[in-house]
């Protein structure tokens, strides 16, 4: 059996902002009727969380829940325990039209840390980063320097960037290179 790792290794930067590999995370996509009492159980039961409003992301002691679209949520949980969360969901929705699926290995995630994070991101993505338009724990399915990615502030000063595994390299540099001293605009500083 090999051993897992995260799509660049641990590797970090340092320059306006941090950007950080996240390292093993666990990741769940459920599909299904999000307006649905037996979902809306499983998720409780599974993340400690309720279901998330459009475009919003809630984050608890057992993980969190991540609005992706009007049949999908993303859920994130330690990444050791993915497997039996899945397990538990499918359970927990037995009879139900829903489908939960670990995708831990095939995504990419990334932690930046500074005052600068939302002139990072507007660099390379089309979403309003004004504090009035996206705020802490409103998240964003875009794009970034034309990939797909999915965002969320986690504070004022920290967000957390999720991409597909197969460009997580790409994304982390394109990260360090929008994260270069010097070159932020301070639009949003």
């Known amino acids: 059996m090999s051993n897992a790792v995260s799509a660049v290794q641990g590797a970090s930067f340092k320059g306006?902002?941090?950007?950080?590999?996240?390292?093993?995370?666990?990741?769940?996509?459920?599909?299904?009727?999000?307006?649905s009492d037996t979902l809306a159980k499983a998720v409780k039961a599974a993340v400690g969380v309720t279901v998330p409003g459009v475009g919003k992301i809630n984050t608890g002691k057992k993980g969190s829940a991540a609005w992706m679209s009007p049949d999908?949520?993303?859920?994130?949980?330690?990444?050791?325990?993915?497997?039996?969360?899945?397990?538990?969901?499918?359970?927990?929705?037995?009879?139900?039209?829903?489908?939960?699926?670990?995708?831990?290995?095939?995504?990419?995630?990334?932690?930046?840390?500074?005052v600068g994070i939302r002139d990072v991101l507007a660099k390379g993505s089309p979403a309003d980063m004004s504090t009035s338009a996206f705020a802490i724990g409103d998240l964003r399915r875009t794009r970034l320097g034309q990939l797909p990615v999915a965002f969320w502030l986690d504070s004022d000063t920290t967000a957390t960037v999720v991409c597909f595994r197969s460009v997580g390299e790409h994304v982390f540099n394109w990260l360090k290179a929008a994260a270069q001293k010097g070159t932020l605009p301070k639009y949003y500083i």
Do not use: C, P, W
């Open 72 to 114: 999908e949520l993303f859920l994130l949980v330690d990444y050791a325990t993915a497997d039996t969360v899945v397990a538990k969901l499918e359970k927990a929705i037995t009879g139900a039209h829903v489908l939960a699926v670990n995708v831990s290995d095939a995504r990419a995630v990334f932690n930046l840390e500074g």
């Open 16 to 35: 306006s902002i941090s950007v950080k590999d996240a390292g093993l995370q666990g990741m769940i996509t459920l599909r299904g009727d999000l307006g």
